[in-house]
Nanobody, 121 residues
């Protein structure tokens, strides 16, 4: 099993920056990919950014050029650097880890508890 703990959320003004961190523990070698999702009030949870074990990175079109995802394998931690924040970025941000063995009937995903990001106007 994998446990994920997020940190770094907070309140910022439009145009400001935040850096989110997600520390993974447990069966680290079972992780295929890690990323960030967000859910705003009244909206579906959506992918923000994801980095796969081999290094491939995917970004949502709405954040591309403003957000950067990175990882520190030695610390089992993934980061999300968020720059030029907009009010529409306001949401609860959740760390996600995909199970390498998801195709064999294992639990496919692990989730953190979420961290609030608020961009005030």
């Amino acid at each position: 099993q994998v446990q994920l703990v997020e940190s770094g959320g907070g309140l910022v003004q439009p145009g400001g920056s935040l850096r989110l961190s997600c520390a993974a523990s447990g069966s680290i070698l079972s992780i295929y990919a890690m990323g960030w999702y967000r859910q705003a009030p009244g909206k579906q949870r959506e992918l923000v950014a994801k980095i796969i074990r081999g290094g491939t990175i995917n970004y949502a079109d709405s954040v591309k050029g403003r957000f950067t995802i990175s990882r520190d394998n030695a610390k089992n931690t993934v980061y999300l650097q968020m720059n030029s924040l907009k009010p529409e970025d306001t949401a609860v941000y959740y760390c996600n880890a995909e199970n390498l063995l998801r195709g064999f009937g294992a639990q496919p995903d692990y989730w953190g508890q979420g961290t609030q990001v608020t961009v005030s106007s």
